[in-house]
Structure formats: C-alpha cells, structure tokens
C-alpha cells in the first residue's frame, strides 16, 4: 500500500468508542500513515457549537477528518441501532443522491450498526435481518469503492436470552460467509462474545462495563479489537 487511501467509518456509540479507545488513528499513523481514516457519528446538532460540546459524549459529531477533527457537516446519514434496514434504502439509493454520493467520495466503506441489532428474539426477525443484508449488498455490488460490513455487537447476560444470542450468532456468521468482490465482512461479534458455557454468544464477561444494562464494550475489548481492526484493515481489505 502506498497511495493515499481514504477511509470512512459510519457508526454510533459502540464505533466512537472503539475509534477512541482502541486508538485507530494512532495506530494506522504508526504502520499505514497513507489511510486517512475519517468516521462519521450522528449527524450534527443545529449548532455546530453544541456538536463540539457535547458530542464526544452523544456521538452527534457528524463528519470527522482523517486527524480526528470534527468538520462541522455531516451527510444526514439516518440509521437506527437496532435495524440495517436504512443501510438497505441508503446503499440502494442513486449516486446522485445527497448522502450515498458523499459516501462514495471514499476508497474504502466501513460500518455497522450497534449491539440493540442483536436482540433479535425469532427467527422470522433473523430472516428480516438477512433480507435487509441481502439488499445492502446488492447495492454495494454497484460500486468500484470497497466496503467492509461490521456483525453488529452482542449482547451482555443481562438484556438478553440464550435463544435471542444464538440468533444473534447465525446472523454474523451468515453474514461473514457473503462473499463478493468489492466486500469484506469484519467479525466484531465473534471477537467479542463468548463461544461455550452460560454465557455463550453473548458479550464476555471481561468485556462488559460496570452498568449491568450496558452492553457497550468496555476499553479493555476496544483495546483488544482495536489491534484486530486495524491488522485486517491493512492486510485483508487491499487484496478486495
């Protein structure tokens, strides 16, 4: 890799805080100093003012630049936590279009949506979700740009139930098994849930905040998967 690349992460919380925690830009600066790594949260508050203040804290920080410096715009990309439904009206969209035009000004795509996805309590939601995949990645199929779709978080013990997590585990590992050339699927789900005993499929123990109803993933996990991201973003996203 030695031209420019630039890079755009969409996401909400649990991205923002695996941006910060898990120092992707250090790091790329550090072995891949040619990827501009730009991300965008939550579109704008109606003051850019009140943007700046609080959203470190709400992750309303819109669009952010490849040294991590808020903007001041964003592309009015509307996603919800808990659906890739919009995805699938966004990425289907005409080129022209606002938002899907301004996204596709980057080399490479990158986002997810957050751990609310992975509550999924039956198998026709399971379908439904797939369904909504299934259309993502056929409007991506219509791009020269790369993109890379994130397996949405799991669940912590505590707001979940084994049969919600095993749906949640189908879905990222139907999804890791999508394969088409311009698109590569990163596995967060899998790094972060664990594999066997009570607490199986949902987020490890380790990982989990001091909030019992929080399935953020603390700094530790960002730590971890942190290093993961960027090694796959180096190594297996060029070969796309």
């Given at each position: 890799?030695?031209n420019?690349?630039?890079?755009?992460?969409?996401?909400?919380?649990?991205?923002?805080?695996?941006?910060?925690?898990?120092?992707?830009?250090?790091?790329?600066?550090?072995?891949?100093?040619?990827?501009e790594?730009?991300?965008?949260?939550?579109?704008?508050?109606?003051?850019?003012?009140?943007?700046?203040?609080?959203g470190?804290?709400?992750?309303?920080?819109?669009l952010?630049?490849?040294?991590?410096?808020?903007?001041?715009?964003?592309?009015?990309i509307?996603?919800?936590?808990?659906?890739?439904?919009?995805?699938?009206d966004?990425?289907n969209?005409?080129p022209?279009?606002?938002?899907l035009?301004?996204?596709?000004?980057?080399?490479?795509?990158?986002?997810?949506?957050?751990?609310?996805?992975?509550?999924?309590?039956?198998?026709?939601?399971?379908?439904?979700?797939?369904?909504?995949?299934?259309?993502?990645?056929?409007?991506?199929?219509r791009f020269?740009?790369?993109?890379?779709?994130?397996?949405?978080?799991?669940?912590?013990?505590?707001?979940?139930?084994?049969?919600?997590?095993?749906?949640?585990?189908?879905?990222?590992?139907?999804?890791?098994?999508?394969?088409?050339?311009?698109?590569?699927?990163?596995?967060?789900?899998?790094?972060?849930?664990?594999?066997?005993?009570?607490?199986?499929?949902?987020?490890?123990?380790?990982y989990?905040?001091?909030?019992?109803?929080?399935?953020?993933?603390?700094?530790?996990?960002?730590?971890?998967?942190?290093?993961?991201?960027?090694?796959?973003?180096?190594?297996?996203?060029?070969?796309?």
């Amino acid at each position: 890799m030695t031209n420019r690349i630039r890079v755009l992460f969409i996401h909400h919380s649990t991205g923002g805080l695996l941006i910060y925690f898990g120092k992707i830009r250090k790091l790329l600066k550090k072995v891949a100093p040619n990827i501009e790594f730009w991300d965008h949260g939550y579109d704008l508050y109606p003051s850019f003012l009140l943007s700046k203040i609080l959203g470190r804290f709400t992750f309303r920080t819109g669009l952010t630049d490849g040294r991590g410096k808020m903007v001041g715009k964003d592309f009015k990309i509307v996603i919800s936590n808990n659906s890739p439904k919009e995805y699938a009206d966004i990425f289907n969209r005409s080129p022209e279009d606002f938002t899907l035009g301004n996204i596709l000004k980057f080399d490479i795509v990158i986002f997810k949506n957050c751990f609310p996805t992975s509550k999924i309590e039956t198998k026709e939601k399971l379908e439904e979700y797939k369904r909504y995949y299934s259309l993502i990645i056929q409007g991506l199929s219509r791009f020269p740009n790369k993109f890379v779709i994130f397996t949405p978080p799991p669940l912590r013990h505590e707001v979940t139930k084994p049969e919600w997590a095993e749906n949640a585990r189908e879905l990222s590992v139907w999804l890791a098994s999508q394969k088409q050339k311009n698109l590569a699927v990163f596995n967060f789900f899998d790094l972060l849930a664990d594999k066997t005993g009570k607490n199986t499929n949902m987020l490890k123990r380790e990982y989990c905040s001091l909030i019992p109803v929080d399935s953020h993933p603390n700094i530790r996990a960002n730590k971890a998967v942190g290093k993961i991201f960027v090694d796959f973003l180096i190594n297996e996203v060029p070969s796309l």
